[in-house]
């Protein structure tokens, strides 16, 4: 008994519907309709007929939610093995041919990044007649490690700006 209580609670922690959290439910509501039934015998009252149909309704719906649940986690690893041998093929394709080595193909790298760079180096060794590229166009005149300071358009130079304070400049400008 104690087994069972440890493995319940730890299967509430578990994804996906577990043989033990399915069992407890199942005797619970066994349990309710048991306990809904003698109550209907000792006071004749329709209202445990009526809450003995929504707890099996209910009951059956927790049932068939559980199936569901766990045909989708076989639909899915089954998925994720197709996918797994499919990309191992991919892997051994990839090995063949020296040049997808460093690309999303490639088994040698995980980013994309090194094969368009090698594509890149090899393009510009073969033929010099090709733009450059956009990293070196939009590079700042003059050195790469330089920074330059955006000259400042107001002439205060405490850092504080106010829209209120530009109002008062843009007045002050007009009026002279």
Same mark, same amino acid.
């Given at each position: 008994?104690?087994?069972?209580?440890?493995?319940?609670? =730890?299967?509430?922690?578990?994804? *996906?519907?577990?043989?033990?959290?399915?069992?407890?439910?199942?005797?619970?509501?066994?349990?309710? $309709?048991?306990? %809904?039934?003698?109550?209907?015998?000792?006071?004749?009252?329709?209202?445990?007929?009526? %809450? @003995?149909?929504? =707890?099996?309704?209910?009951?059956?719906?927790?049932?068939?939610?559980? !199936?569901?649940? &766990?045909?989708?986690?076989? $639909?899915?690893?089954?998925?994720?093995?197709?996918?797994?041998?499919?990309?191992?093929?991919?892997?051994?394709?990839?090995?063949?041919?020296? !040049?997808? !080595?460093?690309?999303?193909? *490639?088994?040698?790298?995980?980013?994309?990044?090194?094969?368009? %760079?090698?594509?890149?180096?090899?393009?510009?060794? =073969?033929?010099?007649?090709? @733009?450059?590229?956009?990293?070196? &166009? %939009?590079?700042?005149? *003059?050195?790469? @490690?330089?920074?330059?300071?955006?000259?400042?358009? @107001?002439?205060?130079?405490?850092?504080?700006?106010?829209?209120?304070?530009?109002?008062?400049?843009?007045?002050?400008?007009? *009026?002279?």
């Amino acid at each position: 008994m104690a087994s069972f209580i440890e493995n319940l609670w =730890s299967s509430i922690f578990t994804a *996906g519907p577990t043989p033990t959290l399915l069992l407890a439910t199942n005797v619970s509501f066994a349990a309710l $309709q048991i306990l %809904l039934f003698a109550l209907l015998l000792a006071t004749y009252s329709i209202h445990f007929v009526f %809450l @003995s149909i929504i =707890s099996g309704g209910l009951w059956y719906s927790i049932n068939w939610f559980a !199936r569901e649940i &766990t045909r989708a986690q076989a $639909q899915a690893t089954d998925q994720e093995k197709s996918s797994e041998k499919e990309s191992a093929e991919e892997k051994k394709s990839a090995q063949i041919d020296p !040049r997808t !080595r460093g690309t999303p193909d *490639g088994a040698d790298s995980d980013t994309e990044t090194e094969g368009l %760079l090698d594509r890149k180096s090899t393009q510009a060794g =073969s033929s010099p007649s090709q @733009s450059t590229s956009a990293s070196t &166009t %939009l590079q700042v005149p *003059g050195s790469a @490690s330089e920074v330059r300071k955006r000259p400042s358009v @107001s002439g205060d130079s405490s850092g504080y700006t106010s829209t209120d304070s530009e109002w008062e400049k843009v007045d002050d400008s007009n *009026g002279n």
